[in-house]
T-cell receptor, first 112, second 113 residues
């Protein structure tokens, strides 16, 4: 089955800098890649996703890049703010209705 | 709009006692449903998934069981809780439309003492 690896377990950046979280996947059938944010004590909330028919997607300060050849995708958070501090999970799936396979999460800390 | 409601919000239970956690979906018919478990500060572990009423597939064995008694309901239970069952339990389903990301419930925090 699919295995998603999230390379940074923790990431600390200064407010205003960019943060990059990298993930890799193993199954070439995976075509849908959502990202979730989990604030302390709360559930997962969707932040952005990308499908395999594009290699870049942006939503305000969030950019997702997808390299299908390398089976790698990444989340870029620009102009970070303290409220961006949370655990971020990457995930992969054959499509959004099928099972979602998660990475282990990255704890992002944005220091003022 | 599609919603997921989980109950209870939190539970404190004794080792060896029974447990039942619930999840109800509104706004989507015959959804795939999933139970996840997250140890404190830990990774997400998928426990069960169900594609229809009466059908549940186990992903990992944690001395828990799940049932799908109705199209919009998914139940997680055990007869005897272990200390290792403590954590955060999340229910999830596909997004409202086919191109939307899966939606998670607000979770149930379980402490086993």
């Amino acid at each position: 089955g699919e295995k998603v690896e999230q390379h940074e377990s923790t990431l600390s950046v200064r407010e205003g800098d960019s943060a990059v979280i990298n993930c890799t996947y193993t199954d070439t059938a995976s075509s849908y890649f959502p990202w979730y944010k989990q604030e302390a004590g709360k559930s997962l909330h969707f932040v952005i996703d990308i499908r395999s028919n594009v290699d870049r997607k942006q939503s305000q300060r969030l950019i997702v890049l997808l390299d299908k050849k390398a089976k790698r995708f990444s989340l870029h958070i620009t102009a970070t703010q303290p409220e961006d501090s949370a655990i971020y999970f990457c995930a992969a799936s054959p499509n959004s209705n099928n099972r979602i396979f998660f990475g282990d999460g990255t704890q992002l800390v944005v220091k003022p | 709009a599609q919603t997921i409601h989980q109950w209870p919000v939190a539970e404190i239970k004794a080792v060896g006692s029974p447990l039942s956690l619930g999840c109800t979906i509104k706004g989507k018919s015959s959804p795939n449903l999933y139970w996840y478990w997250q140890a404190t500060g830990g990774t997400l572990q998928q426990l069960f998934y169900s594609i229809t009423v009466g059908q549940v597939e186990s992903v990992v064995q944690l001395n828990l069981s799940a049932s799908r008694p109705k199209d919009d309901q998914f139940i997680l239970s055990t007869e005897k809780l272990l200390l290792s069952h403590s954590g955060f339990y999340l229910c999830a389903c596909p997004g409202e439309k086919n191109n939307q990301a899966p939606l998670f419930g607000e979770g149930t925090r379980l402490s086993v003492l």
